[in-house]
């Protein structure tokens, strides 16, 4: 990774696959001993709805948050819950104080592309030199772009390897693990 380049991003189509691919690094590199910030998505199927749950996990301490309004068994578009997503944001915030090896937020989407969201976490990861790792759907690439400029890396995840350990080497991840008693809590999270 070239100085300039902190951020690494993931470029797809399918949001399940990205959740998975975030989800299966984080998992690898907490075994790894690395010590992890940010956020992974896991979406929960509710009967009766046409959208599902929404869980952020925060990778530093575990936590669960859901981000998503219940707008009805026939709602569609975007049920992201704003307040909860600041709220997550805050406690990641607070994890950008421990100098993780690296930060993972589990995608710039609609609410980045429109300038708010994630945005100012990324920029607070930049600025204390944190690697960062982010999905990035293809309908936002412009965005993206114009945001990260030079610092970024884009990989294509529909040509990168599924499984965590061969994903974070093609990444170049992880390749000098914290130490391992930093390990923390990855054998209880819902990461797999």
Same mark, same amino acid.
């Given at each position: 990774?070239?100085?300039?380049?902190?951020?690494?991003?993931?470029?797809?189509?399918? =949001? +399940?696959? @990205?959740?998975? #691919?975030?989800?299966?690094? @984080?998992?690898?590199?907490?075994?790894?001993?690395?010590?992890? #910030? $940010?956020?992974v998505?896991?979406?929960?199927?509710?009967?009766?709805?046409?959208?599902?749950?929404?869980?952020?996990?925060?990778?530093?301490s575990?936590e669960?948050? $859901?981000?998503?309004? +219940?707008? $009805?068994?026939?709602?569609?578009?975007?049920?992201?819950?704003?307040?909860?997503?600041?709220?997550?944001?805050?406690?990641? /915030?607070? @994890?950008? +104080?421990? /100098?993780?090896?690296?930060?993972?937020?589990?995608?710039?989407?609609?609410?980045?592309?429109?300038?708010?969201?994630?945005?100012?976490?990324?920029?607070?990861?930049?600025? #204390?030199?944190?690697?960062?790792?982010i999905?990035?759907?293809?309908?936002?690439?412009?965005?993206?772009?114009h945001?990260?400029?030079?610092?970024?890396?884009?990989?294509?995840?529909?040509?990168?390897?599924? +499984?965590?350990?061969?994903?974070?080497?093609?990444? $170049?991840?992880? =390749?000098?693990?914290?130490?391992?008693?930093?390990?923390?809590?990855? =054998?209880?999270?819902?990461?797999?």
């Amino acid at each position: 990774m070239q100085d300039n380049e902190l951020i690494t991003a993931l470029t797809y189509t399918d =949001s +399940d696959t @990205a959740d998975r #691919a975030l989800r299966a690094v @984080a998992l690898e590199l907490l075994q790894r001993g690395c010590k992890l #910030a $940010g956020l992974v998505q896991h979406n929960t199927p509710r009967p009766g709805r046409s959208r599902c749950d929404m869980i952020l996990e925060e990778l530093a301490s575990g936590e669960l948050m $859901g981000i998503s309004q +219940d707008r $009805g068994p026939l709602a569609r578009g975007c049920a992201l819950d704003v307040d909860q997503l600041l709220g997550a944001m805050q406690i990641v /915030r607070a @994890a950008l +104080d421990t /100098r993780p090896d690296l930060v993972i937020l589990n995608k710039f989407g609609k609410t980045e592309a429109e300038g708010a969201g994630f945005r100012p976490l990324i920029a607070e990861a930049i600025e #204390a030199e944190l690697p960062l790792l982010i999905a990035v759907p293809w309908r936002n690439i412009e965005s993206w772009r114009h945001f990260a400029g030079e610092m970024t890396r884009e990989f294509d995840l529909a040509c990168l390897p599924t +499984d965590g350990r061969s994903l974070c080497d093609a990444l $170049g991840l992880g =390749s000098h693990p914290a130490d391992a008693t930093k390990q923390g809590v990855a =054998s209880q999270r819902m990461l797999s």
